[in-house]
């Protein structure tokens, strides 16, 4: 079987920002902490307690979290969309015999909630892993690539020895990705079966 594929979630499979941009505001609301939304957006990608703390005390983040997962189950359904190319990116990988894993800094609960509402499947999810702790799960799987929207995703699969493939859907500017380690850079993940059908597999 040919070594397994890796992909982020957020804004890499799905377009997630109108979701987690409106439960942030929500948890600003609920808790009279002002929320920068254009600072969250630019940090889209990272752990929620992570996100949390640039707003919060450490005390106060389980129940920001606890606020925020409320609202974003109600909202990721009506706000989440499928990024062009996902479906056809994971049949590409599946195509090939391959295993498509998603591995996200997404709780696991809400990252099942997102693939079942956007009607994405994975062959085996890693949820609430950011940075190294990617490139970790990356290793121990030995994925030959790993596709992601932002620089620490493209350092994961840098330093797990896969292929960093960047997509521009998220906040990250292809020259940022490349920065990072990114091997290529595609606009959108509708180029991704071409681009995997080219790299060769043992």
Known sequence: MPPPAGFDLDMTLIDSRRAIIASFARVAADTGVPIDAAAVDS??????????????????????MRIYREHYVRLAGPLTTVLPGAAEALAAVRAAGARAVVITAKYETTARLSLDGAGLAADQLFADVHGPQKAAVLAGLRAAVYVGDTPADMAAAVQAGARAVGVTTGSFTGRDLVAAGADRVLASLADFPALYASLGRP
């Open 43 to 64: 940090r889209l990608g990272i752990k929620l307690e992570d996100e949390l703390a640039f707003w919060f005390p450490a005390g106060q983040i389980p129940s920001a």
